[in-house]
Every structure is written in structure tokens, then in C-alpha cells.
Nanobody
């Protein structure tokens, strides 16, 4: 199993940017598809983006498409989420997750390993 640690969260004004990182250790990082999810207070955890093992294939939730970019560096065992044009509704705890499926569906159930989360707060 892979161990995941997120970092890079914080407080930012609306319209600003943040870059989240997810550092992986344990089994071979490049063999996993990776994803980002988020959970706002009082809401269900929701899918944000996913990236295939090679980094070529990506998929985004409609709510973040065009503003967020998911990427990975397999040499550094790290995944990233570049978040631009942030909105107050992006405020949430962001979680990275790993899946042994080659191209997992955008559901929590498809990802077997999770980080502890990092808080992102966007002020209006």
C-alpha cells in the first residue's frame, strides 16, 4: 500500500492561486492512478480530478475544469494540484488518493489509499 501526505493548503483571497502537493511513499508510485477529492463543511466528499499513471490522461470535475490542473512527477513520487482563480466555494479539505486501477472512475470507492487532507480556505 502507498502512504500519502498532502501539503500546500492555506488561506487565499478569491481570485488567487495555490498549489497542493501529495508526496507518496511505499510501493511504486508510478503504478498508481492518482486523484484529488475535497470535502467542504457539512457536505459529502466530492471528486476534483484524476490523473493516470503516466500523467498523460487527466479528468476534471466540471466545477474546476479550466481553473485547476492536476499533474505528477513520478521521479519525485509526487502529485500536484495547481488551483487558479479560486472561489469561496472551493473552500474545503483537499485529499489525495491512490488507485490500483489503470483508469479509475471518479468515485471514492475506486481509490484505496488516502492522505490525511490539507485545508484550503478562500476568502471573499
Amino acid at each position: 500500500q502507498v502512504q500519502l501526505v498532502e501539503s500546500g493548503g492555506g488561506l487565499v483571497q478569491a481570485g488567487g492561486s495555490l498549489r497542493l502537493s501529495c508526496a507518496a511513499s511505499g510501493r511504486t508510485f508510478s503504478s498508481y492512478a492518482m486523484g484529488w477529492f475535497r470535502q467542504a463543511p457539512g457536505k459529502e466528499r466530492e471528486f476534483v480530478a484524476t490523473i493516470g499513471w503516466s500523467g498523460i490522461n487527466t479528468y476534471y470535475a466540471d466545477s474546476v475544469k479550466g481553473r485547476f490542473t492536476i499533474s505528477r512527477d513520478n521521479a519525485k513520487n509526487t502529485m500536484y494540484l495547481q488551483m487558479n482563480s479560486l472561489k469561496p466555494e472551493d473552500t474545503a479539505v483537499y485529499y489525495c488518493a491512490a488507485s490500483t486501477s489503470r483508469w479509475p472512475p471518479p468515485t471514492q470507492r475506486a481509490f484505496g489509499s488516502w492522505g490525511q487532507g490539507t485545508q484550503v480556505t478562500v476568502s471573499s
